[in-house]
């Protein structure tokens, strides 16, 4: 493969995701642009029929596994840390939160417990609460913004998993036309649009997997 110069992700990754770039022979950088504060998991939670996980941070401080519920968890990662856990999760092929929501109202549940960040995106929420589903939010960790310099030259890719990632790369950094940007999903890429980037490789699954292969893909 041609490869055109390194790829910069702009996020911690798992174990896991350090084999998966390790073994595509891509030349990978990993610098986080954010930071996760975690919180400590609520003892009292209020009755509910499901849990619903869509980011794996909600996950790290999970203490109770006595929860008779469904579960619900959206990416592979989630669902993985939820295993580790001891939680059987209802996930089907829901990589995104929308299709998270409409899987939870396809199967009727009435109430839930959403566990998420301070920074949350809205169309899981503005679903279900269209489908009259009581949600009740609760907060179990912060994104911090963490700002650096990317020493990026002409022809690099840069990684973007989240909004917040953009905008802390956007307080030390230019978006420079001559490199690549790869977003996790179409909320990424519409902060990038709004930054002036005007091309953008969305992935077709959010999953760091599915960038990597999208970008091997387009650097044969």
């Not at 973007?160 to 990632?165: D, L, N, R, V, Y």
């Not at 077709?204 to 990597?212: N, P, Q, V």
């Amino acid at each position: 493969m041609d490869q055109k110069g390194q790829i910069w992700i702009t996020k911690s990754l798992s174990e896991q995701q350090k084999a998966c770039a390790q073994n595509s022979g891509l030349e990978v950088k990993e610098i986080a642009l954010t930071k996760i504060q975690h919180l400590d998991f609520p003892k009292d939670l209020p009755k509910a029929e499901a849990w619903i996980f869509t980011s794996q941070n909600a996950v790290n401080n999970l203490s109770q596994n006595n929860f008779a519920g469904k579960v619900y968890a959206s990416g592979k990662q989630t669902a993985i840390a939820l295993k580790e856990k001891g939680f059987e999760t209802k996930s089907g092929d829901s990589e995104t939160a929308q299709s998270l929501a409409e899987l939870i109202a396809e199967d009727g549940v009435k109430s839930a417990l959403f566990f998420c960040g301070n920074i949350r995106r809205n169309e899981l929420p503005n679903y279900l609460a269209k489908k009259g589903v009581q949600l009740k939010e609760e907060v179990v960790y912060h994104t911090l913004l963490d700002p650096k310099k990317i020493p990026s030259q002409k022809g690099d890719a840069l990684f973007f998993m989240s909004p917040s990632a953009v905008e802390s790369f956007a307080m030390m950094n230019e978006f420079d036309t001559e490199l690549d940007y790869y977003s996790i999903g179409e909320t990424t890429a519409n902060t990038l649009r709004k930054k002036g980037v005007q091309k953008i490789n969305t992935a077709t699954k959010a999953s760091f997997e599915a960038m990597l292969e999208q970008y091997a893909t387009q650097n044969k």
